[in-house]
């Protein structure tokens, strides 16, 4: 079954705490991106990596850090220095070329008690 | 920088009205437009892009460079199109994969 798979769906952590969330795609994408989503925000762009070893910041990157050492996977960590981290978060995938159909996954939603 | 703006957060209308959610963007070179969906309990999906100038569940969406918008119009709108929609840019030139989303619009049809 191919798509894009986000793990884990829902997560809890203490402040201070760093969490990782994990985004694994079987699609042969090149790129991957990573949005936050919030209520009368829209989608926000945290980062995206267009070629495996390589990111770029979004708009919303201070707190957050990314790695892409396999073309499959393109994990978030979520920082302590992450002001407001709760939010719902979603993974992406795309050909590498601008005309190409962003492939999401269905979401990981992170409360930080 | 590119950007995209959604000037309504929400939208209302009846069964058969027809519907229009603005989409008005910012970009120095020439964008891909596009137009994604969410409906409720599923992912986030594409609806429509500019390029394919085509028409996907009765929308439809013309990319106006000289006022740069790409409003999604639909002339009779079903309950079943209730559902938040997402504009969004793509602006190979200046930011290679990068695709900036709107604010989204929460499209409400009443029976």
């Known amino acids: 079954d191919g798509g894009i798979t986000q793990s884990p769906k829902y997560l809890f952590r203490k402040e201070g705490q760093n969490v990782t969330l994990s985004c694994e795609q079987n699609l042969n994408h090149d790129a991957m991106y990573w949005y936050r989503q919030d209520p009368g925000q829209g989608l926000r762009l945290i980062y995206y990596?267009?070629?495996?070893?390589?990111?770029q910041k979004g708009d919303i990157a201070e707190g957050y850090s990314v790695s892409r050492e396999k073309k499959e996977s393109f994990p978030l960590t979520v920082t302590s220095a992450q002001k407001n981290p709760t939010a719902f978060y979603l993974c992406?995938?795309?050909?590498?070329?601008?005309?190409?159909?962003?492939?999401f996954g269905e979401g990981s939603r992170l409360t930080v008690l | 920088a590119q950007r995209v703006t959604q000037p309504e957060k929400l939208l209302s209308v009846f069964k058969g009205a027809p519907v229009e959610l603005k989409c008005n963007y910012s970009?120095?070179?020439?964008?891909?437009l596009f137009w994604y969906v969410q409906y409720s309990r599923q992912r986030l999906q594409l609806l429509l892009r500019h390029i394919s100038r085509e028409s996907i569940k009765g929308f439809t969406a013309d990319l106006n460079k000289g006022e740069t918008s790409f409003h999604l119009k639909k002339p009779f709108a079903q309950e079943e199109d209730s559902a938040m929609y997402y504009c969004a840019l793509s602006g190979w030139e200046t930011s290679g994969s990068r695709l900036t989303f709107g604010e989204g619009t929460q499209l409400t049809v009443n029976p």
């Open positions: 992406a995938s795309r050909t590498g070329t601008n005309t190409g159909e962003l492939f």
């Open positions: 990596s267009q070629i495996v070893n390589d990111f």
């Open positions: 970009y120095s070179g020439s964008p891909e």
